[in-house]
């Protein structure tokens, strides 16, 4: 009965290893498509910030 009681904790084991890792994405098409956008929208923010400071930069610096 040792090979009967290998499996047995293989089995645990292995459960507990695929209990740990990552599932596969759960959100629906439209979640995803929700946090897309509301990414893209603090993307947005950030570049006009980017853009903004490169212009002041610019005008305060002057250009030679």
Known sequence: ??????RIKARAKNLEKQA???????K?????????????ALMRQ????ANAKKADADAAGGKK
């Open 1 to 6: 009965m040792a090979r009967g009681n290998q």
């Open 20 to 26: 740990a890792q990552k599932s596969k994405n759960t």
């Open 28 to 40: 629906t098409g439209s979640e995803m498509q929700r946090d897309k956008e509301a990414l893209a």
């Open 46 to 49: 950030k570049q006009e910030a």
